[in-house]
């Protein structure tokens, strides 16, 4: 049973947008005290990119993507979205979207990376 599902990557040209989501269940939107976007590219670590508490709405980016890109939930639809504005071509990557139960810093766990739940991963591509 797939529990987060992404959706929403594609190609696009640098200085364009792209709209992620990931869709959860409601146990998972209970269950979890933060959900998150990870990213990484071949031969580079995985990447933090931005996350929400669900609860409180506190949301945490990484410095790489302050002010371009836009993390947010609906608990009415259980999803979690990742507005990503003028990318680059360094935002590509697969993108992943994930769950934690432990509520920890959201900066700690976007540099750490650890997770409860990880979905299969949605590609992005930033063509310069």
């Known amino acids: 049973q797939v529990q987060l599902a992404e959706s929403g990557g594609g190609s696009v040209q640098a200085g364009g947008s792209l709209r992620l989501s990931c869709t959860a269940s409601?146990?998972?939107?209970?269950?979890?005290?933060?959900m998150g976007w990870f990213r990484q590219t071949p031969g580079k670590e995985r990447e933090g990119v931005a996350a929400?508490?669900?609860?409180?709405?506190?949301?945490f980016y990484a410095d790489s993507v302050k002010g371009r890109f836009t993390v947010s939930q609906d608990n009415t639809k259980n999803t979690l979205w990742l507005q990503m504005n003028t990318l680059k071509p360094d935002d590509g990557g697969m993108y992943y979207c994930?769950?934690?139960?432990?509520?920890?810093?959201?900066?700690?766990?976007?540099?750490?990376?650890?997770?409860?739940?990880w979905g299969q991963g949605t590609q992005v591509t930033i063509s310069s």
């Open positions: 929400v508490y669900l609860k409180t709405g506190a949301t």
């Open positions: 409601q146990d998972t939107f209970n269950r979890h005290c933060a």
């Open positions: 994930a769950a934690k139960v432990a509520c920890i810093p959201g900066n700690e766990w976007l540099r750490r990376g650890t997770s409860s739940l």
